[in-house]
C-alpha cells in the first residue's frame, strides 16, 4: 500500500453488511473479506477501529410495537455480538484485537478506557467499540463521532451500500447527483440523511473528517486511507 494519508482512523460498518445476501445474522465469508482488508491496512501502517452496528440482528426500532428504551437496549447488544464476531475473524488472520464495549459486560469484553484504546493501536491491533455510545436514542452513526473524537481519529470512513452522498436517494430517483465534497454544515441544513445530525456536529465541533463511500468492494477501504477517490468527503472546508 502507498503512503497513507490518514493515520488513525475509525471505521463505521453497518450491521446489514455481515448479513451478505442471506438478509440478517452474520455471513462469515462476508465478514472474512471485509477483515482481511482491514487486516492489509493494518500491515500497511494504519492505525484502525471499528464501530459496527447491529441491524444484521435486530432493528425493533421500526416494529413501533417496543418500548424505544428496551428496543434501543437490545440493538446495543446486538452491536457487541457483531464486534465480537470480528474481533474472532480478525484474530483468525492473524491481527491482534480489543473489544471495549459502553455496556457493563465484565465477563465478556473490556470497558471503554482510552488509554487502552490508543495503546491497543499503538501495539498494531484492531480495536472494536460496542455497546453503542450506551445511552437509548443515540445511533451507531453517534457512536462512531464519539469514539473518533476519544481516540482523537484522523478520518471516520462510513461504509454504506452507496457510492456517496446524493441530494436524494439514487435508488430511488435515478436524477439524483452525487457529491464529492460537502461541509458538515451542509450535511445539518440540508438535511442529507448520510448521518444524523447529532454525528454531524461531534465531527464538525472535533474537526473530523467523514469519508462516505461503497463497501461493495472492501477494497475501497484502503483506498479512502491512502486520500483516493472514493465516496464523498464531509469535512470543515473543501478540499482544495
Known sequence: MSSLKYHRVLLKLSGEVLAGESGGGIDFSVAERICAEVVSCVRAGAELALVVGGGNFWRGRTGGRMDAVRADQ????????NAIALAD??????????????????QVVSPISKPAALAALAE???????????????TTDSTAALRAAEIEADVVLKATNV???????PR????A??????????????????????????????????????????????RAIRGESVGTLITDAPAS
Open 74 to 81: 437490545m440493538g446495543m447488544l446486538a452491536t457487541v455480538m
Open 89 to 106: 475473524t480478525l484474530e483468525q488472520l492473524g491481527v491482534g484485537t480489543l473489544v471495549q464495549c459502553s455496556l457493563f459486560l465484565p
Open 124 to 138: 498494531g491491533k484492531v480495536v472494536l467499540f460496542g455497546g453503542g455510545t450506551g445511552n437509548p436514542f443515540f
Open 163 to 169: 457510492d456517496g452522498v446524493y441530494d436524494k436517494d
Open 172 to 175: 430511488r430517483y435515478p436524477s
Open 177 to 222: 447527483v452525487k457529491f464529492d465534497v460537502l461541509t458538515h454544515d451542509d450535511i445539518l441544513t440540508r438535511r442529507l440523511r448520510v448521518m444524523d445530525s447529532t454525528a454531524a456536529s461531534l465531527c464538525r465541533d472535533n474537526g473530523i473528517p467523514m469519508l462516505v463511500f461503497n463497501l461493495s468492494d472492501p477494497s475501497h477501504i484502503s
